[in-house]
Structures are given as structure tokens and as C-alpha cells.
């Protein structure tokens, strides 16, 4: 026992402060983009996946991008990525960057927003990815993010559950798991879509053996990456619940 | 025919008679050999079966492949390692192999499977009962489906139906490799960025002939230990919190998440993604970079070690892990388990050392164990311990020169063996090509395919309440085996 008082002690305090000022991905690492239109071609040229179109409309979709940082390496000149974590979205439409000002996910309304805003129970549903996502979901609740303090939690049963967080590009395997989880919550319910599978397929996107999220179960949050940093996840559903302006 | 670990050979030249393929197989499994990979590569409209099989003593890889038209001799009744390989088979090419006990589906991607409807093992008996539980968990894990024959609280059987992550990634490797290669190798299971991204760049570089230079190669070795750390220490944090032992749970939990800070540092993803390329890696570490990943290795080792000290020190953590999910040496070995769960059944495989190559020209790191959970949590204790003290040697001594080499065409015609030790065990890539130098076939044998049948063993005699314990001992993918 006093081992474990004394192990404690030396372990110290650890949950960091948030949101604080100054917070950033690590330097190495690929946030918000920004593009420099007109010089697109080569960049999106270099995109495996389709996320950057040059031409009449340019944009980066960020629904779609695996952040591999392929197009900022052919095309310095023309796509740079920052180190801006707050890359979620309350429409499928604001993840395609252009050269306006991103608009930032919005919270729900004043109604929900009285319900959840200071419990927010979260069902998650694990459906064909890689399993990064979750990891970076489960990292939330240890000592370090400790989001409990938020008053958002991960639910065992769907019944219990206010949200439902899906990952992976929802294999047929797991459609109907996928679908019976959602019918099991009871409204008024919100849906987040974490990371580039859920949003889009991600590198899966077009494989005959994913079907993605269906279109009765709509989305109220898109937390684009891949995996996305859980700063991103963290900020995406705590503006969300209105905790974070 | 003989094959080196990470070098391309002529793969025409390892085809025999039908007759003559069976009896090698056997009689090679039967001398020390164990399966690293068993497919069926499609030809026109026939079928050639294809065996790599590995001699960990000798370190020595051979290839043996025959014409098949239909159904085949199935060797698992004697050889129960090989008893996914033939049902895997039977699913990706429609070849019967003559004689397997169980053809269970395992991935139900073939038309009209649905996942988790099944035949399964079941048991009869009054006061005989079943517990179902998945796809859905109650934590934030990845989907999967079992079902529990029990006898009251006893366990007589585990089944596992897995397939739920399946998303088709092995055939788009066909025709590559391109942009998108990589990242699906990456993928694969995303805990192991480094060693599915590692044992794909291997195999690419094997066929192009291309050598990684040294440098490059040692900055490989501090990513893949780096990805071994988290894990472990992450794993044993989670054994702690299933036995509500809660210091060393939030303490692992927290200190898992300073590894993958790490190695975020270097490329910028705590998953070590954009690392990798075939012929080096994207990343190099500068005076002041090596210098913070000193000193954070220094600083979370020694506070890893102040957490998991306590379990070994306290008694009710101690009785729940002793003597619970017992696995013998012998089923492991029969079942070919891979990795730290084998280790921890006394099974002295680690590719490291038996294949070694590159950074680990000399690995050695002695584990055996009496296959319980104690073991299962001891052994990843020694390994987090070897490879702190890896990374701190290769820092030291980071030899100096450029971190890639340009990665050439690949040859025709010619296939490679690339085996890397990923946290969860042994990883095997199986890339063959074609006329043109693309990849016509490309065969992913994560660790997990191996070991979730002994997980299953592991359950036998237990008791349900066993179950999350043994579970997050082993700690499989769903992603990495459903592909
Ligand atoms: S970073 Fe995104 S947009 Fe750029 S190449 Fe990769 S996937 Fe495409």
C-alpha cells in the first residue's frame, strides 16, 4: 500500500489544461490545411484519393484526406499544412477547404444543448477500420485527457447512450450492427462520424465490402483525420455540446 | 526451395508434384517447421497452392507450391497450425481440402455468408447454457462475436466469429504498387503502423533489389520498439484495470500515450504514419530531436517501471493472474501461437533474433513462462525493458548518411518472404509478381491470425469472469486477421 501512495506521489499530477491557449499538434504534424489556389494541379495530381481538386472550384477535402501529406510534399508551393488541431465540422460541406475562412463545427441547439451540455453519454460503434480511431477515443479517458470532467463519457449499452460515435467505413459486416445500435438509443440522439472511413470511406473508400454510413442514421458531427488527433475528437465534441466557443 | 528472408527469388522454381508437395509439407512440419503463410494463388482458370514454411533454429525459410484443380489433402488433422490457412482457402478460392474437420467461414465475404450465422460448436447437457455477446461491446473495441458454452460458471468452450472488419484489403494490393499500397499496409491494423508498414517496404525493396541504408534502417528499429513500448505498456495497464487494480492502470494508461507522443515527435503521428517508404524512411532526427527523445525515454521508462513494479508487488493483482488462461507449451506450439503469448508459453520464437536482419543483427532477449496470464504480463514487462534499452543504444550510435535510397522498378516474375516481429508477434508479407513487375498476388498474415484460437484454449476450464482478463492478455486484432 505505501508503495503504491509513494508511486502515486512520484507519478504527480497529470491531466492537462483544456482548451488552453498555445495548444498544437506536434511540429511534425499535419492540421487544418491551407491552400494557395491557382497552383493546384500538381498537388492534386499527387492526391491517391481524390481529396484535392485543382480547376474552376478548387478545394481539399478533408472528408476524403488521409493527411499522408503526399500533395504538400509534390507541391510546397501550393499546399501547406498547419498545425491548427480544430478541423471538425457540423456539415459534410464545410470539411472541403477553400480559400474562405473554415467554419468550425457548431454546437446543437439551445434544446439539446440543455440536455447534453453537462452530461453527454457516448455510444461508440466500431465498424471496419484500423482501429487507430478508437484508440485515440480511448485515450480520452485516461488520466491524461480525463474526459469525464466534461461530463462526457463512453456508455456500455446503447440504451444508455445519448450519442453515437462511429468508426470505420461501416463494412456490410457491420451494417446491421451498426443500424440495430442506433434503433436500440432512444431520441433525441446525435451521430458523430470520427475519422476519414466514417466520413468517407477513407482508404476504403469504393471497396465493394464497405457500405458506409447509411442515410437514416444522419450526422451531426464530422471530426475528420487519420486517425484524428484526440485534440481534434476532443474539441469536435465539446463544441458540439456547446462546452468550447 | 530455399528462400532468404528479404530477398526476392525465382518463384517458378519452387513448384512440385502434387503428391511430392504433401509429403515435404508434412514431413517439414513435422521436423520444426511452422507455417508462415498457405494460400492458394489463382492461375487462369486452376489454382497453385503455395507454403512458406519458417525454421525459427536455423533461421531458414522454404517455399514449396503445386498445381491444384480442385479439392486437396488437407493437412490439418495432423497439423493443427494449419487449420485457418485450409479454411482460409476454401473460402478465397472455392478448393475443398479433403479431410478438415470444420470448414467454419471465416471472414463471410463469399455470397449469401452472413457474419456470425454460422454452424458453431455447442455443447448438450442439462444445466448446459450458452452467453452470446458482440459485434457490439461495451467498451471502445473493435467488433467481434462469442459465444460461451458454459456448465454454470465453467467454460467448457470459447467460440470466436470474427469477420466484421472485413474490408477487402489483400486484392487491392494487386496491380500495385501505387500511391495507395502503403497506406493500406499501414491500415492493416492500425496499432501496428510500423510493423505491417515495415514488412510491406521489405518486400517491395526485396523485388527492387534496393538496399536500405543504415541509418534509415536504425531509425526503423527505434519506431517499431517505440510501437512495442506503447503497446505493452498499454497492455499492461489495461490487465490492471480488469483486475480493478487502478494505480497502475491510470498510470500505463497515461505513459502509453507519452511512447505515442514520441513518436509523434518524429514523423508527426502518434501512430507512426507517413514514416515508412520503400527504400528508407521520410523522417531524420537532428542533434536537439535525438536529445528530447532521450529524455523523454529516460523520464516515462522510469516512471513505467515505478507503475508496473506495484503489480508484481501486490498480492490481489498476483492471484488473479497466476495459473488463469493457462496455455501449454505444447499447444502453443502445435497451434503455431506467434509472438509474446507464445513467448510467454515458453516457445522460443521472436523474429528478431531467429530472422534477424538490419538493426538486430544480434538480438537476443531470453523469456519462457508457464502460459498463464502472469506469464502473458511478465514477458511484455522484459520486452518493454529490451526495448527501452534498444532505442537507447541506437541514439547513441545513430550511424550517419542518408535515410532513403531510390527504390528501383520491381523484378518480374519473382516473389518475397518479409517477416518483421510487430508487438503482437510475427508479421508475414507474401508479395509475388507478375510478368510486368506489378504485384499479382499479395498474400498479409497478421499475428493475430495465429493466435486467436489460443485464445479460445485459454478460456477452457476458466471461468467467464476469466474472460476479459485472458482476452486483454492476448489482445488481438479483429482488423489485422479480418483484412
Ligand atoms: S494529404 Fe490529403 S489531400 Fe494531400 S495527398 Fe494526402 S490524402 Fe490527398
Not at chain 1, 235 to 240: N, Q, W
Not at chain 2, 284 to 295: F, G, T, Y
Not at chain 2, 442 to 462: C, E, M, T
Amino acid at each position: 500500500m505505501i508503495k503504491a501512495l509513494m508511486a502515486r506521489w512520484k507519478q504527480g499530477y497529470r491531466t492537462m489544461e483544456f482548451p488552453s491557449a498555445g495548444l498544437m499538434l506536434p511540429p511534425r504534424g499535419l492540421g487544418l490545411p491551407k491552400l494557395k489556389p491557382g497552383r493546384l494541379e500538381k498537388a492534386a495530381a499527387a492526391c491517391p484519393y481524390g481529396a484535392l481538386t485543382a480547376g474552376e472550384k478548387p478545394g481539399l477535402d478533408m472528408g476524403r484526406c488521409i493527411f499522408c501529406g503526399a500533395c504538400a510534399n509534390a507541391a510546397p508551393e501550393a499546399v501547406e499544412f498547419t498545425r491548427e488541431y480544430k478541423l471538425c465540422a457540423s456539415g459534410r460541406g464545410a470539411l472541403v477547404i477553400t480559400d474562405e475562412d473554415f467554419r468550425r463545427a457548431e454546437s446543437l441547439g439551445a434544446g439539446l444543448r440543455r440536455l447534453f451540455g453537462r452530461s453527454f453519454k457516448l455510444r461508440q460503434v466500431s465498424a471496419g477500420g484500423c482501429a487507430a480511431c478508437e484508440a485515440d477515443c480511448n485515450v480520452l479517458q485516461t488520466i491524461g485527457w480525463d474526459l469525464g470532467r466534461f461530463g462526457v463519457q463512453f456508455a456500455a449499452s446503447p440504451r444508455h447512450a445519448d450519442g453515437l460515435l462511429v468508426t470505420g467505413p461501416v463494412t456490410k459486416n457491420m451494417e446491421l450492427a451498426l443500424r440495430k445500435t442506433y434503433a436500440a438509443m432512444s431520441s433525441p440522439k446525435v451521430v458523430i462520424a470520427c475519422g476519414a472511413c466514417a466520413i468517407s470511406g477513407g482508404p476504403y473508400a469504393g471497396h465493394e465490402e464497405c457500405a458506409g454510413i447509411p442515410p437514416e442514421i444522419p450526422v451531426d458531427l464530422y471530426i475528420p483525420g487519420c486517425p484524428p488527433h484526440p485534440l481534434t475528437i476532443l474539441d469536435g465534441i465539446l463544441r458540439l455540446i456547446g462546452r468550447v466557443e | 526451395m530455399k528462400v532468404e528472408h528479404l530477398s526476392g527469388f525465382d518463384f517458378g522454381a519452387a513448384e512440385l508434384d502434387p503428391s511430392i508437395f504433401f509429403e515435404t509439407a508434412a514431413s517439414r512440419l513435422a521436423s520444426g517447421g511452422r507455417a508462415l503463410a498457405y494460400f492458394a494463388l489463382p492461375e487462369g482458370e486452376a489454382h497453385r497452392l503455395v507454403m512458406a514454411v519458417g525454421f525459427d533454429r536455423e533461421g531458414r525459410i522454404e517455399v514449396y507450391s503445386t498445381q491444384a484443380y480442385g479439392p486437396f489433402r488437407a493437412l490439418t488433422p495432423s497439423f493443427p497450425q494449419l487449420h485457418l490457412f485450409e479454411r482460409e482457402i476454401f473460402e478465397q478460392a472455392g478448393l475443398k481440402p479433403e479431410g478438415h474437420p470444420w470448414l467454419k467461414p471465416i471472414r463471410f465475404n463469399t455470397p449469401g455468408a452472413v457474419p456470425g450465422v454460422a454452424d458453431y460448436f455447442t455443447v448438450h447437457g442439462s444445466q448446459v447454457h450458452e452467453v452470446a455477446v458482440g459485434p457490439v461491446h461495451a467498451g471502445v473495441i473493435e467488433p467481434g462475436h462469442f459465444r460461451f458454452q458454459c456448465h454454470g460458471e465453467r467454460v467448457f468452450h470459447l467460440e470466436i466469429m470474427l469477420g466484421y472488419q472485413h474490408r477487402g484489403l489483400e486484392k487491392k494490393f494487386i496491380g500495385g504498387p501505387d500511391g495507395r499500397s502503403l497506406h493500406y499496409a499501414e491500415t492493416l491494423a492500425g496499432d501496428t503502423t510500423i510493423g505491417h508498414g515495415w514488412a510491406y517496404c521489405g518486400a517491395v525493396e526485396a523485388l527492387s533489389g534496393v538496399n536500405v541504408p543504415p541509418r534509415a534502417q536504425i531509425l526503423r528499429g527505434i519506431m517499431l520498439e517505440l510501437e512495442r513500448l506503447a503497446n505493452h505498456t498499454g497492455d499492461l495497464g489495461a490487465l490492471a484495470g480488469d483486475v480493478a487494480y487502478l494505480p497502475a492502470a491510470s498510470f500505463c494508461g497515461r505513459l502509453r500515450g507519452d511512447f505515442l507522443n514520441m513518436t509523434a515527435l518524429v514523423c508527426g503521428s502518434r501512430f507512426g504514419r507517413n514514416m515508412l517508404r520503400p527504400g528508407g524512411v521520410n523522417f531524420d532526427l537532428d542533434a536537439a530531436l535525438i536529445h528530447e527523445l532521450k529524455l523523454r525515454l529516460e523520464n516515462t521508462f522510469r516512471d513505467v517501471q515505478s507503475a508496473v513494479s506495484l503489480l508484481w508487488e501486490t498480492g490481489s493483482v498476483a492471484d488473479r493472474f497466476e495459473d488463469t488462461g493457462v496455455v501449454s507449451k505444447e499447444a502453443a506450439e502445435g497451434l503455431g501461437l506467434v509472438g509474446p503469448v507464445a513467448r510467454a508459453s515458453g516457445v522460443g520464437l521472436d523474429t528478431r533474433r531467429n530472422f534477424s536482419s538490419g538493426p538486430y543483427e544480434g538480438f537476443t532477449l531470453g523469456v519462457s513462462g508457464s502460459g498463464d496470464v502472469y506469464s502473458r504480463a511478465y514477458v511484455r514487462w522484459l520486452e518493454i525493458q529490451k526495448s527501452a534499452e534498444l532505442i537507447a543504444g541506437w541514439l547513441d550510435a545513430l550511424p550517419a548518411g542518408p535515410v532513403e535510397a531510390e527504390c528501383g522498378c520491381l523484378k518480374a516474375d519473382s516473389a518475397a518472404v518479409s517477416l518483421v516481429e510487430g508487438w503482437r508477434g510475427q508479421i508475414c508479407h507474401f508479395a509475388l509478381t507478375g510478368p510486368g513487375g506489378k504485384f499479382r498476388h499479395y498474400k498479409i498474415v497478421d499475428p493475430s491470425f495465429h493466435n486467436w484460437q489460443g485464445l479460445a484454449l485459454a478460456l477452457r476450464n476458466g471461468e467467464i469472469s476469466d474472460f476479459p482478463l485472458c482476452n486483454k492478455s492476448f489482445n488481438l486484432s479483429y482488423c489485422g486477421r479480418d483484412l
